[in-house]
């Protein structure tokens, strides 16, 4: 029954609709409903991971989320599209055209809306049909290895990166892949929640305030003037970064000060270990064995608590260096965190004027995004497998994993 209503109420008109039109038009189109999404989207609600709050992200982060769904329908959507066709080579023909039409995209510099698109053609329920992808030409092929090289998290999306930073160079209209952006972020919030306790306590045990700590850090000219401008929004929202207390000339020569204190601590405590030694050595004079005996045990046990205490002076210095240290490279990575939301908000200026609305088909495709059901890609599998049916390689992995589940593996 679900078969009957999904191809029935959900199936598109591909003859009139999808393969009618140019794929130039549709990635514009597309890129149009993306670009809604993202020029929405507030420089504050992608602080502080206000999109995975539990109780208040829909508030917190509304934007955020919104573009997260848009994404995810647009997947599922493809793979409805083309799992609604009945016949083998329609299917084959909007398969071919989605990986055009994602190719459009990354020419044009939407590279949110490929990333979904590619993610559609690879859920499971589409990458099994074989009868649709093997009739696809030698061009096709081309487009879709480079369409997959490009979505590749081989060295943390390096092909990505690089390609997104040419059109940051070059000046062009571009959409971020947001979970990208997202997972930068992260990263950058997840290492700058710094142990302030830990940091706090090593401050105190080398005699120091909490607040010298803040005072002390450095970082480089670059990094001080990337973190001086401030970018804006659309809305008027400003992007603001914490920077430490003191960041002056006073505060690197401090820093250098507590270099060079703790150099002379280390020397420090090596000679006045060795002066023990010496000055047990220097006491030559031959009056009397047991006073050379009783000076040279004296001298040494002298000597080496002086030592002790040298280097255990040493040692809370050496803590409270590895504070600031540790603190100016969790400075650096929220620096890196702000310079995310600074392209964000730079590719937010530059608009894809070039692209021309087209109604009829951007109706089409917002309500085919809309209608796609996310959480039913069980149901996705099924109707792939009665469109297609499995081939022995298939039955052979599936009998293998009920296999497994009877036994009790959790597959």
Same mark, same amino acid.
């Given at each position: 029954a $679900?078969?009957?209503?999904?191809?029935?109420?959900?199936?598109?008109?591909?003859?009139?609709?999808?393969?009618?039109?140019? #794929?130039?038009?549709?990635?514009? +189109?597309?890129?149009?409903?993306?670009?809604?999404?993202?020029?929405?989207?507030?420089?504050?609600?992608?602080?502080?991971?206000?999109?995975? #709050?539990?109780?208040a992200?829909?508030?917190?982060?509304? =934007?955020?989320?919104?573009?997260?769904?848009?994404?995810?329908?647009?997947?599922?959507?493809?793979?409805?599209?083309?799992?609604?066709?009945?016949?083998?080579?329609?299917?084959a023909?909007?398969?071919?055209?989605?990986?055009?039409?994602?190719?459009?995209?990354?020419?044009?510099? =939407?590279?949110?809306?490929?990333?979904?698109?590619?993610?559609?053609? %690879? /859920?499971?329920?589409? #990458?099994?049909?074989?009868?649709?992808?093997?009739?696809?030409?030698?061009?096709?092929?081309?487009?879709?290895?480079?369409l &997959?090289e490009?979505?590749?998290s081989?060295?943390? #999306?390096?092909?990505?990166?690089?390609?997104?930073? &040419?059109?940051?160079d070059?000046?062009?209209p571009?959409?971020?892949f947001?979970?990208? !952006?997202?997972?930068?972020?992260?990263?950058a919030?997840?290492?700058?929640q710094?142990?302030?306790?830990?940091? @706090?306590?090593?401050?105190?045990?080398?005699?120091?305030?909490?607040?010298s700590?803040?005072?002390?850090?450095?970082?480089? %000219?670059?990094? +001080?003037?990337?973190?001086?401008?401030?970018?804006?929004?659309?809305?008027?929202?400003?992007?603001?970064?914490?920077?430490?207390?003191?960041?002056?000339?006073?505060?690197?020569? *401090?820093?250098?000060?507590? =270099?060079?204190?703790?150099?002379? $601590?280390?020397?420090?405590?090596? *000679?006045?270990?060795?002066s023990?030694?010496?000055?047990?050595?220097?006491? @030559?004079?031959?009056?009397?064995?047991?006073?050379?005996?009783?000076?040279?045990? +004296?001298?040494?046990?002298?000597?080496?608590?002086?030592?002790?205490?040298?280097?255990?002076?040493?040692?809370?210095?050496?803590?409270?260096?590895?504070?600031?240290?540790?603190?100016?490279?969790?400075?650096?990575?929220?620096?890196?965190?702000?310079?995310?939301?600074?392209?964000?908000?730079?590719?937010?200026?530059?608009? $894809?004027?070039?692209?021309?609305?087209?109604?009829?088909?951007?109706?089409?495709?917002?309500?085919?995004?809309l209608?796609a &059901?996310?959480?039913?890609?069980?149901? /996705?599998?099924?109707?792939? !497998?009665?469109?297609?049916?499995?081939?022995r390689?298939?039955?052979?992995?599936?009998?293998i994993?009920? %296999?497994?589940?009877?036994?009790? $593996?959790?597959?």
């Amino acid at each position: 029954a $679900f078969l009957k209503k999904f191809t029935a109420e959900k199936g598109p008109k591909p003859k009139s609709t999808f393969l009618v039109e140019e #794929h130039m038009v549709l990635a514009e +189109q597309l890129t149009l409903l993306a670009w809604e999404h993202f020029a929405a989207i507030r420089p504050r609600q992608l602080t502080q991971l206000r999109w995975m #709050h539990a109780e208040a992200k829909w508030k917190l982060a509304p =934007n955020v989320l919104a573009m997260i769904v848009h994404h995810n329908k647009t997947s599922f959507w493809v793979a409805e599209t083309i799992l609604a066709q009945k016949k083998n080579d329609v299917r084959a023909r909007v398969l071919k055209k989605f990986i055009k039409v994602a190719f459009e995209c990354m020419n044009i510099g =939407n590279f949110d809306t490929t990333f979904a698109l590619v993610g559609g053609l %690879s /859920l499971p329920a589409v #990458h099994r049909l074989k009868l649709a992808w093997q009739s696809m030409g030698p061009n096709t092929r081309v487009k879709w290895q480079k369409l &997959q090289e490009l979505t590749s998290s081989v060295r943390n #999306h390096m092909r990505y990166r690089r390609t997104f930073d &040419q059109r940051v160079d070059d000046q062009q209209p571009r959409i971020p892949f947001l979970g990208i !952006v997202l997972g930068d972020l992260a990263k950058a919030h997840a290492t700058h929640q710094l142990d302030r306790d830990q940091v @706090g306590g090593a401050a105190e045990a080398a005699g120091l305030e909490r607040s010298s700590i803040a005072s002390t850090t450095s970082v480089s %000219s670059q990094s +001080q003037s990337r973190a001086s401008s401030t970018s804006s929004a659309a809305g008027g929202d400003e992007v603001k970064v914490v920077e430490p207390a003191s960041m002056t000339e006073s505060s690197v020569s *401090s820093f250098s000060s507590v =270099n060079t204190a703790a150099t002379s $601590f280390k020397r420090g405590s090596r *000679s006045t270990m060795t002066s023990g030694d010496d000055d047990g050595d220097a006491d @030559g004079d031959t009056d009397d064995a047991n006073d050379n005996d009783g000076k040279q045990q +004296q001298d040494e046990t002298t000597g080496a608590a002086g030592g002790d205490n040298a280097m255990s002076e040493y040692e809370r210095k050496r803590e409270w260096m590895n504070a600031v240290r540790s603190r100016t490279v969790n400075f650096n990575r929220y620096l890196g965190a702000y310079n995310v939301i600074r392209d964000v908000l730079d590719a937010q200026k530059l608009s $894809f004027s070039s692209a021309k609305p087209k109604d009829s088909v951007m109706m089409w495709m917002r309500e085919g995004i809309l209608r796609a &059901q996310v959480d039913e890609q069980h149901k /996705l599998y099924e109707l792939s !497998v009665n469109v297609e049916p499995p081939n022995r390689e298939e039955l052979e992995f599936q009998d293998i994993a009920a %296999s497994l589940k009877s036994a009790g $593996f959790a597959l």
